[in-house]
């Protein structure tokens, strides 16, 4: 048998290089921690006078989301008086919190979710 030489050496450690990654991609997502999951909420709010609806909820999720970009991101519908989001249990408790919110409730959700 011949010897290895530097080239076949190579190879050989680029394609365990490119097996091992294929394993890393192909390998399920770790699991999520406990009041991580997202779940769709229903949110009833308080009526405001002059306020436009949509933009009322999404400043009301973006307190407890970090802003107005990341309310919209996890919105399902927005209607008078009430919207439905995906959130984590943990966010949902803090939702209900928040001045102008009069309840949050879970929702069965409409579709499967693909986990982040």
Sequence with gaps: MAKPTSQSAA???I???AVATLAVAQ???PPQRSGQERHLF???VR???GAVE???NYNLLGTVLGGYEAARGVMFETEPLRFSAYLTNNQARRLSRVKGVLGVRQR???VPRAKH
């Design 11 to 13: 190879a050989l450690a």
């Design 15 to 17: 394609l365990m290089l």
């Design 27 to 29: 390998a399920p997502p």
């Design 42 to 44: 229903q949110v009833t």
């Design 47 to 49: 009526e405001v006078d």
């Design 54 to 56: 949509d933009d009322y």
């Design 108 to 110: 069965d959700d409409p």
